[in-house]
């Protein structure tokens, strides 16, 4: 696998695990015993670190693009294994569509 291509899945992992951790360890106003903005939504949330969402997300996403590029390299899980459905029945042509004429 060229570099590039594991940078490539690395970002996307990363943007994954930022929108996956987006919710956790948020709390309104509410919660955090602040007063509120006229008008502020009430589930909006008191305090936004982007700078702790950012490293939570790279860590989250360099543990799952190495556990992809070891799974890559040794071939732990491979395409066959996800086959939950077995093998297509003998003589099943599933090109042909029986159209209504």
Request: net charge neutral; glycine share 8%; proline share 7%.
């Amino acid at each position: 696998m060229k570099w590039t291509s594991i940078l490539a899945i690395y970002a996307l992992f990363w943007v994954f695990s930022a929108f996956l951790l987006l919710p956790f360890g948020v709390r309104t106003h509410e919660e955090a015993g602040v007063e509120k903005v006229p008008g502020q939504a009430d589930s909006a949330p008191a305090t936004f670190r982007p700078g702790r969402l950012m490293a939570r997300a790279t860590l989250l996403a360099t543990l799952l693009c190495g556990l992809y590029v070891l799974n890559y390299t040794q071939g732990w899980i491979t395409a066959q294994d996800l086959n939950l459905f077995g093998e297509p029945p003998a003589g099943a042509d599933y090109r042909k569509i029986d159209r209504p004429a």
